[in-house]
């Protein structure tokens, strides 16, 4: 058994950590992006702000991605689980604009959100079982 087969087996058999996943990292992102600039102090790590969303929406899609197919048990549409990652990206810094949070969206932001999720997708080929992949 390979490591991909491992990890999507041990997620099937551990199949309520998925959604707990998803709602720690959605709560996590809310949180990061839509607090004050200022509310989190100053830190080496916000330096590295772009690998941030890219990983964290590579995260999220990937976590929603693996619940779909786990939970609903049909072949995963990747281009929906691309879309919802993009569209969460996408609203988030509208909010940023929209909101009085003292956070200006980024379109840069948004485009390293979109690279996370491609990512993300192309872990989702590797992990899904060969017969599910389309």
């Not at 551990?14 to 949180?31: D, F």
């Not at 969303?53 to 990937?62: D, E």
């Not at 048990?73 to 879309?83: D, E, N």
């Not at 990512?119 to 992990?127: E, F, N, S, V, W």
Request: hydrophobic fraction near 50%; include cysteine.
């Amino acid at each position: 058994m390979n490591i991909s087969a491992s990890i999507y087996s041990f997620l099937s058999d551990h199949s309520y950590l998925l959604p707990i996943g998803i709602i720690t990292l959605t709560a996590g992102m809310l949180l990061l992006t839509l607090l004050p600039a200022g509310a989190m102090g100053e830190n080496k790590l916000w330096s590295y702000d772009k690998l941030g969303h890219a990983v964290l929406f590579g995260s999220w899609t990937l976590s929603l991605g693996l619940y779909y197919q786990i939970h609903k048990s049909k072949v995963v549409k990747l281009w929906v689980i691309f879309a919802s990652g993009t569209a969460f990206g996408l609203l988030i810094e509208v909010l940023q604009y929209a909101l009085p949070v003292n956070r200006q969206g980024d379109p840069v932001d948004f485009l390293f959100d979109l690279l996370g999720c491609l990512i993300a997708i192309g872990l989702l080929k590797t992990i899904l079982p060969e017969e599910i992949k389309k």
